[in-house]
């Protein structure tokens, strides 16, 4: 009596086609490729013959590294244990050093703050003891001014003293840019009007 089998099974079994097989001659299992790789993306070379075709595989593509959440490598209720030890221990230092009259005298202790309403960069300079830029540049250009004016006195046919000149102008209307007020303003200086905008700059 034939095996019952199901109906899946038959039709399976019916579109499998069976080859005879010859015990003299051995079975050989083709070479399949990985699902990364296409047809003709493989490298050729020639020290490795390893498929039919004189191909080789190539590398997998490598995958990106995505960083874990600090969370996955730290406990959580350690580092929650930790950061309120350190506050514990923050706020014993306060209370310590205030018994211990470390706050007793500061400067400015019971006078109110002051709150800078000036520019801030001014305020840092002011506070680091730096002068401003333009008061910087009015004293080199004062400098400047006496140097040719004793040159012009003492050597008037010196060609250089143009060139001085020259110099000291393009400072001065630099200095006009950057001075905070017209009152600071100062005019350019010529041969003739050297010295007497010499007597300003003092």
Same mark, same amino acid.
């Given at each position: 009596?034939?095996?019952?089998?199901?109906?899946?099974?038959?039709?399976?079994?019916?579109?499998?086609?069976?080859?005879?097989?010859?015990?003299?001659?051995?079975?050989?299992?083709?070479?399949?490729?990985?699902?990364?790789?296409?047809?003709?993306?493989?490298?050729?070379?020639?020290?490795?013959?390893?498929?039919?075709?004189?191909?080789?595989?190539?590398?997998?593509?490598?995958?990106?590294?995505?960083?874990?959440?600090?969370?996955?490598?730290?406990?959580?209720?350690?580092?929650?244990?930790?950061?309120?030890?350190?506050?514990?221990?923050?706020?014993?230092?306060?209370?310590?050093?205030?018994?211990?009259?470390?706050?007793?005298?500061?400067?400015?202790?019971?006078?109110?703050?002051?709150?800078?309403?000036?520019?801030?960069?001014?305020?840092?300079?002011? &506070?680091?003891?730096? $002068?401003?830029?333009?008061?910087?540049? =009015? /004293?080199?250009?004062? *400098?400047?001014? !006496?140097?040719?004016? %004793?040159?012009?006195?003492?050597?008037?046919?010196?060609?250089?003293?143009?060139?001085?000149?020259?110099?000291?102008?393009?400072?001065?209307?630099?200095? &006009?840019?950057?001075? $905070?007020?017209?009152?600071?303003?100062? =005019? /350019?200086?010529?041969? *003739?009007?050297? !010295?007497?905008?010499? %007597?300003?700059?003092?």
């Amino acid at each position: 009596m034939p095996e019952r089998r199901s109906g899946l099974l038959q039709n399976v079994d019916a579109s499998v086609t069976r080859l005879p097989l010859d015990p003299a001659k051995p079975i050989r299992y083709a070479r399949t490729k990985p699902f990364y790789m296409k047809a003709g993306n493989y490298a050729m070379s020639s020290s490795r013959n390893n498929l039919p075709d004189g191909g080789v595989y190539s590398e997998p593509p490598q995958r990106p590294i995505i960083p874990l959440p600090a969370d996955t490598f730290e406990d959580r209720q350690v580092a929650i244990l930790h950061y309120r030890r350190m506050n514990h221990w923050l706020d014993e230092a306060f209370e310590e050093c205030k018994r211990n009259g470390g706050f007793d005298h500061l400067p400015g202790k019971g006078k109110p703050v002051e709150v800078p309403t000036e520019d801030v960069l001014q305020t840092i300079l002011k &506070n680091a003891k730096v $002068p401003p830029p333009w008061i910087m540049l =009015r /004293k080199d250009i004062q *400098e400047s001014i !006496e140097y040719t004016l %004793e040159l012009l006195q003492t050597h008037p046919d010196e060609p250089s003293i143009d060139v001085h000149i020259k110099d000291i102008n393009k400072k001065i209307t630099q200095l &006009n840019i950057q001075s $905070p007020s017209l009152s600071l303003h100062r =005019r /350019k200086v010529t041969r *003739e009007t050297l !010295e007497a905008e010499f %007597e300003k700059w003092k």
